[in-house]
């Protein structure tokens, strides 16, 4: 089986690195934790990205456990999957959807 490459479209990499922030002003090991959480994400994702649910049709959304963050991604053939957003669930729904 071949290897799953995960890439982040430069928004969503800005989206994780502004919560990553913003949990390191408030205290640092939460910030470890909210990145050791989207690490683990990712990497369930590429073992099975089939296995979340799909949203708005042609995606697919991990909800974080700990954090109220979504990984939305999609499947580009069958060995990339691209993460169009880190989506805090306060925010406007879909408005990642251009990406």
């Not at 800005?14 to 990497?43: G, I, K, T």
């Not at 049709?57 to 957003?85: M, Q, W």
Request: charged fraction near 25%.
């Amino acid at each position: 089986m071949a290897e799953v490459s995960v890439r982040f479209h430069p928004l969503a990499a800005e989206e994780a690195e502004a919560a990553r922030s913003w949990y390191f002003q408030r205290n640092a090991s939460l910030s470890d934790a909210f990145f050791r959480e989207l690490e683990v994400a990712v990497q369930n994702i590429a073992e099975g990205p089939e296995r979340w649910p799909s949203c708005h049709s042609r995606f697919r959304r991990y909800l974080l456990r700990r954090f109220p963050f979504s990984v939305v991604y999609r499947s580009k053939g069958t060995v990339i999957i691209e993460v169009l957003a880190v989506a805090h669930h306060r925010r406007k729904p879909g408005y990642w959807r251009g990406r």
